[in-house]
């Protein structure tokens, strides 16, 4: 399978769009993420155009996606700056600057062929390379019941940190918090 991986810019926000609600509609979603597709679906276009747009700046957030010839978009990653005081997705306070990998996909007729490692590869590339803030370690949540997400993450250098959060709602489930510290930034790059 033949891919380009590169970063979403702002000209990029209807693919971006396109992507998100496609990984809302795959049938673990309820496992993988916390929005729901009811949710993205109404959120306006400003919204989606922020995001792009903050990707291609890329010094608070770069999203990743996985790219095939006829310009389909395969996969994604997200890689968001979190620093001491920002309010964090479940109010876990950065103790120095870490990035958060949020919403990880890959299309069912993509999978198992690397292209995910590739995207964490260009993510974890990034997250080391910014100057300011300096990263000290890379971060993602996983739901208790993903076992094959966490296989993925685990492949790719990510350790169970011990923390989890849970998560209430009708159901409540338990999200597990998995990292690679700088110390070991060389092995997972």
């Known amino acids: 399978m033949t891919y380009t991986i590169k970063t979403v810019r702002h000209q990029d926000w209807p693919k971006a769009k396109e992507i998100r609600l496609a990984a809302l509609r795959d049938p673990v979603a309820h496992l993988a993420f916390l929005e729901t597709l009811e949710q993205a679906?109404?959120?306006?276009?400003?919204?989606?155009?922020?995001r792009a747009e903050a990707s291609g700046a890329g010094t608070?957030?770069?999203?990743?996606?996985?790219?095939?010839?006829?310009g389909e978009w395969l996969g994604t990653v997200t890689a968001r700056v979190e620093l001491p005081g920002d309010d964090t997705v479940f109010g876990?306070?950065?103790?120095?600057?870490?990035?958060?990998v949020v919403g990880?996909?890959?299309?069912?007729?993509?999978?198992?062929?690397?292209?995910?490692?590739?995207?964490?590869?260009?993510?974890?590339e990034w997250s080391w390379s910014l100057a300011e803030p300096r990263i000290e370690r890379v971060r993602l949540h996983v739901h208790e019941d993903n076992a094959r997400a966490e296989a993925l993450y685990r492949k790719v250098g990510f350790d169970r940190t011990g923390h989890t959060v849970l998560v209430p709602g009708d159901t409540p489930f338990h999200e597990i918090e998995l990292a690679i510290p700088r110390s070991r930034a060389a092995f997972s790059v």
């Open 41 to 50: 679906v109404a959120r306006p276009d400003d919204f989606w155009q922020g």
């Open 60 to 70: 608070s957030l770069r999203q990743f996606v996985a790219e095939d010839p006829d």
């Open 92 to 100: 876990q306070a950065a103790k120095a600057p870490q990035i958060h």
């Open 104 to 124: 990880v996909f890959v299309q069912p007729a993509a999978r198992g062929v690397g292209l995910a490692e590739r995207l964490f590869g260009a993510a974890l």
